[in-house]
């Protein structure tokens, strides 16, 4: 009996292996879904895709499968765009219909459809109109920011290990224009909140958060370790609604400080309008996702930068020679700088290029079923890229360059997921790690010691 038994489960489990199979090649093929490796049932192509190095697995898939395949992530199907041809061809030749935010779990369960990352229609138009406007008001690209993270990086002008301090100093550029104020470095809620945003991002990059994203219709009803990164996203968001609260005591309509007064006002001028998007939930939400993604994707590549120039000290160097013809020791870099700059300028778009920090980006939707290369993409599927480039392993600042290159600086914005959902803070980034590098190498020569030399 038990012998029979388990060949009854065998036999299901061979029959479903084979449905899951044939339901796949009836889907893919020219005029069909994109073509891709055979998924299982239940955990789609868990065996081809690994979770820990996605980037790399979708890449390898390309050469085989074309710059349009599918995967299945768990029981998502997904489709996957790899290269600049193709993802310039959607992102942005077609960017109106790539322009909706595809399923992201944790995003999804974090949010609830609001706020500006992971939202999606009408509210997510608004709000981040809103969001671009007021940030612009507030010297986004303007010098009052320029001095603000001048101000900041003052603070680093010491030998010390930079994780902490760059972190900080990020964070408080964009404390500055969301809360109108900085926070001292030993300030024990500014750290907590560091602290609370630090395990925010390892714990969506551990195993576990991988497979959360895979697997969410599942973990939702589980207990486990997948769970603590929402209690870390609701301290994040306890620390935004005390700021709020503070904000109300002291809210003047006709002179608002910063990003959280603005949208204050906002709501009291859409308070008798029902279908408003400006509510407190939203404000909280999209406060939260400005000041998340203001802090730790600028501190990541500006740490990865000072690794990058600490391995290739010729590089260095040429950057410290340009700094001190153009900027010399007596007075700080600012952003007019950069355009007489060009092999510092290079260098920081490479090193953006060379960690690629958000590999395959967030997911993006079709809004319409759509044909691209041949296959169809069907409504609110779910689109994610795997973006290559020429020599992509070897740190070249010469790939920016020459202008005239096929992949000089107007291809590179690309690799900052471009399109109708390029990131509202991008201007601001770019200036962050201009700035904060051009300061450190302007006053230390990094070494592979466990603190800078002064110059």
Known sequence: MLLLGAASVVLLVCVACLLSI???RNRSGKGKMPEGPAPLPIVGNILQVKPKNLAKTLEKLSEKYGPVFSVQLGSTPVVVLSGYEVVKEALIDRADEFAARGHWPI????????????????????VRRFALTTLRNFGMGKRSIEERIQEEAEHLNMPREPTFFLSCAVSNVICSIVFGKRYDYKDKKFLSLMNNMNNVFEMMNSR????????SYVLDYLPGPHNNVFKEIDAVKAFVAEEVKLHQASLDPSS?????DCFLSKMLEEKDNPKSHFNMTNLITTTFDLFIAGTETTSTTTRYGLLLLLKYPKIQEKVQEEIDRVVGRSRKP?????????????VVHEIQRFIALIPTSLPHAVTKDIYLRDYVIPKLLHCTTARSFPEPTEFNSGHFLNEMAPFGRASFWLYLLPGKRICPGEGLARMEIF?????????????????AIPR
């Open 107 to 126: 995003g999804d369960r974090a949010n609830k459809g609001l706020g500006i990352i992971f939202s999606n229609n009408e509210g997510w138009l608004q």
């Open 334 to 346: 600012c952003v007019a700088d950069r355009t007489q700059m060009p092999y510092t300028d290079a």
């Open 435 to 451: 700035l904060l590098l051009t300061t450190i190498l302007q006053n230390f020569t990094l070494k592979p010691v466990l603190c």
């Open 256 to 260: 608002p400080q910063d990003f959280i």
């Open 208 to 215: 576990w958060g991988q497979l959360y994203q895979m697997f």
């Open 22 to 24: 044939l339901q796949w």
